[in-house]
């Protein structure tokens, strides 16, 4: 081999110490920036605690028991596991997208970034690993309430973290996705287009037989599985057609992550 040759391979062989590593710095930079600025993390978790609230003492009281696969349950605990998803899914949402594009556009960092022997898999890995993070905070925090609440009735509940957990890698691999094709701060309006008609029909606040012919609708949306997925954990229901919605999650999560790794590579190595 010549000299040449070396000298011509020497960026590729020092190309990324390990994908899993530039994420954790990724990750690490996150941290550092966020503990100065944690009321932002925090104020994201109190529209859904307002929910669950006004159901619990309120509206809840109006509709009764509602009859699930494991029997009649109060309302309120009916909700509740479903506005725990919908908190995994907006804090991994907002923080994938809002955030991403300010990164991404006008603070340049990813440009900084991958000057450094980082790879877009890395910053990809590592940005949905902290918006990731971020929706599990806020579910932790949110059985925490449900438990003092007195609307948690099993101790499978547990279960709903992990739940939570592919919920947020899912929102946040496509969230990061979708982000990269964003032109500017104007078509960040489709972001809660797109999510509260989710929150609002993926059967969480009745169940899908309730929609009839529409049932159809609700199953198209991706949070729908992640409900059904927290829901049976909190109430202790087990059946095969779990896996179908974890699956469901599974695959946004892989589209997600390969769309956002070559969108970050064509935006800032071409």
């Given at each position: 081999m010549?000299?040449v040759?070396?000298?011509?391979?020497?960026?590729?062989l020092?190309?990324v110490p390990g994908?899993?590593r530039?994420?954790?710095?990724m990750?690490?930079r996150?941290?550092?920036v966020y503990r100065?600025t944690?009321?932002?993390?925090?104020s994201?978790f109190?529209?859904?605690?307002?929910y669950?609230l006004?159901?619990?003492?309120g509206?809840g009281?109006?509709?009764?028991?509602i009859?699930?696969?494991?029997?009649?349950v109060?309302?309120?605990?009916?909700?509740?596991?479903?506005?725990?998803?919908?908190?995994?899914?907006?804090?991994?949402?907002y923080d994938?997208?809002?955030?991403?594009?300010?990164k991404l556009?006008h603070?340049r960092?990813?440009?900084?970034v991958?000057?450094?022997?980082?790879g877009?898999?890395a910053?990809?890995?590592?940005e949905?690993?902290w918006?990731?993070?971020?929706?599990?905070?806020?579910s932790?925090?949110f059985?925490?309430?449900?438990?003092?609440?007195?609307?948690?009735?099993t101790?499978?509940?547990?279960?709903?973290v992990p739940?939570c957990v592919l919920?947020?890698?899912?929102?946040?691999s496509?969230?990061?996705a979708?982000?990269t094709f964003m032109?500017g701060?104007?078509?960040?309006?489709f972001i809660?287009?797109?999510?509260?008609?989710?929150?609002v029909?993926?059967?969480?606040?009745?169940p899908?037989?309730?929609?009839?012919d529409?049932?159809w609708v609700a199953?198209?949306?991706?949070?729908?599985?992640g409900?059904s997925l927290?829901r049976?954990?909190?109430l202790g229901?087990a059946?095969?057609?779990?896996?179908g919605?974890?699956a469901v999650?599974v695959?946004?999560t892989?589209i997600?992550l390969?769309?956002?790794s070559r969108?970050?590579?064509?935006?800032l190595?071409?």
């Open positions: 010549t000299v040759d070396q000298a011509v391979m020497a960026p590729t020092r190309a994908t899993l530039g994420a954790g710095r990750v690490e996150s941290i550092l100065r944690w009321l932002i993390i925090v994201g109190f529209e859904p605690l307002f669950l006004s159901i619990r003492i509206f009281a109006l509709v009764g028991d009859e699930t696969a494991a029997g009649p109060d309302y309120a605990v009916f909700v509740a596991p479903a506005l725990m998803a919908s908190s995994a899914m907006n804090g991994a949402v994938s997208t809002m955030n991403i594009f300010f556009k603070a960092l990813y440009e900084t991958l000057a450094t022997p980082l877009p898999s910053v990809a890995v590592g949905i690993s918006a990731l993070m971020r929706g599990v905070m806020y932790v925090a059985l925490v309430c449900m438990t003092a609440l007195g609307m948690v009735v101790w499978w509940a547990l279960l709903a739940a919920i947020g890698l899912a929102f946040a496509v969230g990061m979708v982000t032109r701060w104007n078509d960040f309006e809660p287009a797109a999510t509260l008609p989710m929150f029909l993926s059967a969480t606040f009745y899908v037989s309730s929609y009839g529409l049932a199953q198209l949306s991706p949070l729908y599985h409900v927290v049976a954990a909190c229901e059946s095969w057609g779990l896996l919605h974890a999650l695959v946004m892989v997600g390969r769309v956002a969108r970050i590579g064509e935006l190595l071409t």
